[in-house]
């Protein structure tokens, strides 16, 4: 009998696309595609500091006085803190109006995720964006809202890890 098809094997192995880091014309640094990725490409996961709701309202404070922020929800009681902790894909920017990734919450295997995934086809060199869900004319001070995706959210996907 094989193994159940998952949409998150490539999370869980850590198969995310290589990404280069460069200056960017719509702010400061960005990330960018150095290979041809196909719409609904896997890319990366967003990673960072766990924190409780609290401890994030109170860091955002500080952090909006910064001007850098890196906080991103995780769910109802975290979120993620990437200013120190984070990798590359905290310096994905922001664009609501031709984003070509998206960021979504996942399931793998009962544990969330923050992961960017493609939403068209993006070509090499092209920099990485995704709308960060700010409502309005102004974004909030650091919070991001994004969806959860059921297409990639399963909860029955599983390893075989030799335990």
């Not at 949409?7 to 696309?17: D, L, T």
């Not at 880091?21 to 041809?36: N, Q, Y």
């Not at 109006?97 to 960021?103: G, I």
Request: charge should be negative; aromatic fraction near 10%; glycine fraction near 10%.
């Amino acid at each position: 009998m094989s193994a159940p098809t998952c949409g998150n094997v490539n999370i869980i192995w850590g198969k995310h696309k290589k990404l280069g880091m460069s200056f960017s014309d719509i702010h400061g640094w960005g990330v960018f595609a150095t290979e041809d990725m196909r719409c609904g490409d896997f890319v990366y996961e967003y990673t960072g500091a766990m924190l409780s709701q609290d401890e994030a309202e109170r860091r955002g404070l500080l952090y909006d006085k910064m001007e850098r922020s890196y906080l991103f929800d995780l769910n109802e009681d975290a979120v993620l803190d990437a200013l120190r902790t984070g990798n590359k894909s905290k310096l994905i920017n922001h664009d609501a109006e031709t984003p070509n990734c998206t960021a979504k919450v996942t399931s793998v295997c009962g544990v969330h995720h923050i992961n960017i995934w493609t939403l068209r086809d993006v070509a090499r060199g092209e920099e990485l964006v995704f709308d960060y869900g700010y409502k309005g004319t102004v974004g909030p001070n650091w919070r991001l809202e994004i969806d959860t995706d059921a297409k990639h959210d399963s909860l029955s996907c599983w390893i075989m890890d030799g335990r």
